[in-house]
């Protein structure tokens, strides 16, 4: 059974930094894609970033100010200049998929229990 964990979420104020990790096990085959995804109470969860077939994506609310990156079976979000509208729970996602990656839920069969980002004003 893949696994895949998140870490390092927590609080901090506007404008602050935050790094968060996931890590993937009984993960046999590569390559593959991963994302990371956010939800906030109320709304739909939505792709931020991606990384996979050689390629990055990110969602126009986040580009620029975040960075996926992925070392091995890590996966890791460098989240900058944070904005209150980015308070959610952010989710890791995997796919065994050597396409390029996508910011859709569909594109992934795996996914983490997240960890919770509350960036106050």
């Known amino acids: 059974q893949v696994q895949l964990v998140e870490s390092g979420g927590g609080s901090v104020q506007a404008g602050g930094s935050l790094r968060i990790s996931c890590v993937v096990s009984?993960?046999?085959?590569?390559?593959?894609?991963m994302g990371w995804f956010r939800q906030s109470p109320g709304k739909e969860r939505e792709g931020i970033a991606c990384?996979?077939?050689?390629s990055t994506s990110y969602a126009d609310s986040v580009r620029g100010r975040f960075t996926i990156s992925r070392v091995d079976k890590s996966l890791f979000l460098q989240m900058k200049n944070l904005k209150p509208e980015d308070t959610a729970m952010y989710f890791c996602?995997?796919?065994?998929?050597?396409?390029?990656?996508?910011?859709?839920?569909?594109?992934?069969?795996?996914w983490g229990q997240g960890t919770q980002v509350t960036v106050s004003s």
């Open positions: 990384i996979g077939g050689g």
């Open positions: 009984r993960f046999n085959m590569s390559p593959f894609r």
């Open positions: 996602a995997a796919d065994h998929s050597i396409l390029q990656c996508g910011l859709r839920r569909v594109d992934y069969q795996f």
